[in-house]
């Protein structure tokens, strides 16, 4: 049902990849349609707007190279957070488990945007946490850390309990049962939507725009006070982003066909 | 082959109803020894404390007069020093017919490359799966990936072999293609415990039987005993039931 009226939507269940790739191009000819439409008729009103605009592309440029940064750095980090929180989850230590539990309930029952005005203003100045990117940065990774944390566990969770027996009967140790039997059948449970968080991550850096950080967003709007141009400051800064996360879907998309091709 | 089992006991869940209760037995087997029995009965717990898998509430086990060890390390040496087959899902899903014949010997017994290979491949030459060798698991039939199995347990010449309804998942065919298999195993001078609810398929190949219910041992002796005039009514009343078809 879904998969006829939501082409994009389906996760190549039933639509043949061709057909939707098809839709899709055909789709993104009408966007850009309607964007050159836009575009003409603001043209015409404000003569000279991209010109000025473009005189801050370094601006953009920078911003956009940030964003990049912030979000690698944030995912690497956030990695390294969703698998802790995923093992402490499933720690016998209760005060262990109970707090990982809390720490991803409180991430997720509140907005990154609450996250990044508390943790920033109320607790990184009391801690001492001058530098504004590296609190960007960890505040980002704390928040993706728990949805990762999450993915991590469902990955684990989906390995099969005969194929830890297997591993200890054929003599393996836990660290070889993990390494060789748990991890890389967990891989392919977490792939396609890492990817995905990893998307996610990118659009949600714009939000450190609030504490300052001249990430792309922030750029965007400097630019935009300093021309007036609103059109020509903010159509960069989506296409920028989309320029960004449609690879990533893409190969979220790409991964969940490779590594679920039958379902 | 001797097993000795004194006041084992063994809850699962744990806490909960004791699947093997207070079990002793104390048995010679030449080759092969089957475990029969109602199912619940407390045969497949058995398997998995003999194959150090888990660890009895109570009791102990000795194999040829050695106390199985109850500390993990130790446990994994026991383990590596024998096979076991599950009803399924034995093989690693992500690694090729070969790979999960090679890994253990890598990586548990410390094989070079080239050994593993060669044994890995000797191995499925062996039991007829040569052809397959570069295959997935889930690129093979129910019956193939059992024999595969089998070929991992038996690669690195375990002492003994531990088999938990090794059939119980396939259809007629394929579990004569894995019984015969195991039957021709009977050649090597590894000895077997055989879970199975194959019951002619028992009475071919067990020279002893250990008959399970209730999480006790109510008969063990001789196969050919066993199956002409079992000793207990249970026994003889779950025959009469298996055999009646």
């Given at each position: 049902?879904?998969?006829?009226?939501?082409?994009?939507?389906?996760?190549?269940g039933g639509t043949n990849p061709r057909v939707a790739g098809a839709w899709m191009v055909l789709l993104l000819l009408l966007l850009s349609a309607a964007c050159v439409t836009v575009l003409g008729s603001s043209a015409a009103l404000t003569r000279g707007g991209w010109?000025?605009?473009?005189?801050?592309?370094?601006?953009?440029?920078?911003?956009?190279?940030?964003?990049?940064?912030l979000s690698v750095l944030a995912l690497v980090l956030s990695l390294l957070i969703g698998l802790l929180a995923a093992l402490l989850r499933g720690s016998r230590v209760i005060p262990l488990r109970m707090g990982a539990i809390l720490y991803v309930e409180l991430i997720?029952?509140?907005?990154?945007?609450?996250?990044?005005?508390?943790?920033?203003?109320?607790?990184?100045?009391?801690?001492?946490?001058?530098?504004?990117?590296?609190?960007?940065?960890?505040?980002?990774?704390?928040?993706?850390?728990?949805?990762?944390?999450?993915?991590?566990?469902?990955?684990?969770?989906?390995?099969?309990?005969?194929?830890?027996?297997?591993?200890?009967?054929?003599?393996?140790?836990?660290?070889?049962?993990?390494?060789?039997?748990?991890?890389?059948?967990?891989?392919?449970?977490?792939?396609?939507?890492?990817?995905?968080?990893?998307?996610?991550?990118?659009?949600?850096?714009?939000?450190?725009?609030?504490?300052?950080?001249?990430?792309?967003?922030?750029?965007?709007?400097?630019?935009?006070?300093?021309?007036?141009?609103?059109?020509?400051?903010?159509?960069?800064?989506?296409?920028?982003?989309?320029?960004?996360?449609?690879?990533?879907?893409?190969?979220?998309?790409?991964?969940?066909?490779?590594?679920?091709?039958?379902? | 082959?001797?097993?000795?089992?004194?006041?084992?006991?063994?809850?699962?869940?744990?806490?909960?109803?004791?699947?093997?209760?207070?079990?002793?037995?104390?048995?010679?087997?030449?080759?092969?020894?089957?475990?029969?029995?109602?199912?619940?009965?407390?045969?497949?717990?058995?398997?998995?404390?003999?194959?150090?898998?888990?660890?009895?509430?109570?009791?102990?086990?000795?194999?040829?007069?050695?106390?199985?060890?109850?500390?993990?390390?130790?446990?994994?040496?026991?383990?590596?020093?024998?096979?076991?087959?599950?009803?399924?899902?034995?093989?690693?899903?992500h690694r090729t017919a070969i790979g999960n014949i090679e890994l253990p010997l890598r990586e548990v017994h410390g094989w070079d490359a080239a050994r593993a290979r060669a044994r890995a491949m000797e191995m499925l030459d062996r039991l007829g799966l040569s052809g397959?060798?570069?295959?997935?698991?889930?690129?093979?039939?129910?019956?193939?990936?059992?024999?595969?199995?089998?070929?991992?347990?038996?690669?690195?010449?375990?002492?003994?072999?531990?088999?938990?309804?090794?059939?119980?998942?396939?259809?007629?065919?394929?579990?004569?293609?894995?019984?015969?298999?195991?039957?021709?195993?009977?050649?090597?001078?590894?000895?077997?415990?055989?879970?199975?609810?194959?019951?002619?398929?028992?009475?071919?190949?067990?020279?002893?039987?250990?008959?399970?219910?209730?999480?006790?041992?109510?008969?063990?002796?001789?196969?050919?005993?066993?199956?002409?005039?079992?000793?207990?009514?249970?026994?003889?009343?779950?025959?009469?039931?298996?055999?009646?078809?």
């Amino acid at each position: 049902m879904r998969a006829r009226f939501l082409v994009l939507g389906s996760p190549g269940g039933g639509t043949n990849p061709r057909v939707a790739g098809a839709w899709m191009v055909l789709l993104l000819l009408l966007l850009s349609a309607a964007c050159v439409t836009v575009l003409g008729s603001s043209a015409a009103l404000t003569r000279g707007g991209w010109e000025s605009v473009w005189a801050y592309r370094g601006v953009l440029l920078r911003g956009w190279m940030l964003t990049i940064l912030l979000s690698v750095l944030a995912l690497v980090l956030s990695l390294l957070i969703g698998l802790l929180a995923a093992l402490l989850r499933g720690s016998r230590v209760i005060p262990l488990r109970m707090g990982a539990i809390l720490y991803v309930e409180l991430i997720r029952g509140t907005p990154l945007l609450a996250q990044i005005l508390f943790l920033y203003y109320a607790v990184a100045g009391t801690i001492g946490l001058q530098d504004r990117l590296a609190a960007g940065v960890l505040i980002l990774s704390l928040f993706a850390g728990a949805y990762l944390g999450e993915i991590i566990r469902a990955g684990i969770a989906s390995v099969p309990a005969t194929q830890i027996d297997s591993a200890r009967a054929v003599g393996f140790t836990p660290w070889q049962t993990h390494r060789f039997v748990i991890l890389p059948q967990a891989l392919r449970v977490i792939l396609p939507p890492l990817a995905g968080q990893f998307a996610s991550l990118i659009k949600d850096s714009s939000l450190l725009s609030v504490i300052g950080i001249g990430e792309f967003t922030l750029a965007a709007q400097q630019v935009n006070s300093a021309t007036y141009r609103t059109l020509e400051s903010y159509l960069p800064l989506a296409v920028g982003y989309l320029a960004l996360t449609l690879p990533v879907s893409l190969l979220a998309r790409h991964l969940e066909r490779r590594l679920h091709p039958g379902d | 082959m001797r097993l000795e089992i004194r006041h084992l006991a063994k809850a699962f869940p744990p806490g909960r109803r004791r699947v093997i209760d207070d079990l002793s037995l104390d048995i010679t087997f030449g080759h092969v020894l089957a475990l029969l029995g109602p199912s619940g009965g407390g045969k497949s717990t058995l398997l998995r404390l003999i194959a150090g898998l888990d660890l009895p509430d109570e009791g102990e086990i000795l194999i040829d007069g050695r106390r199985m060890p109850a500390d993990e390390p130790s446990l994994r040496a026991h383990r590596t020093g024998l096979g076991v087959v599950f009803q399924a899902f034995n093989l690693f899903p992500h690694r090729t017919a070969i790979g999960n014949i090679e890994l253990p010997l890598r990586e548990v017994h410390g094989w070079d490359a080239a050994r593993a290979r060669a044994r890995a491949m000797e191995m499925l030459d062996r039991l007829g799966l040569s052809g397959h060798a570069g295959k997935f698991p889930d690129q093979l039939s129910g019956g193939q990936r059992q024999r595969v199995a089998i070929a991992r347990a038996l690669a690195p010449g375990p002492g003994l072999l531990l088999f938990d309804e090794p059939t119980s998942s396939l259809d007629p065919e394929m579990t004569a293609e894995v019984l015969s298999l195991i039957d021709g195993l009977r050649d090597s001078s590894t000895p077997m415990i055989l879970v199975t609810h194959e019951m002619g398929f028992a009475r071919k190949v067990a020279d002893s039987v250990v008959f399970l219910a209730g999480g006790k041992v109510l008969e063990s002796g001789p196969a050919t005993t066993f199956f002409a005039e079992p000793s207990t009514p249970e026994a003889g009343a779950f025959l009469s039931k298996v055999l009646a078809y």
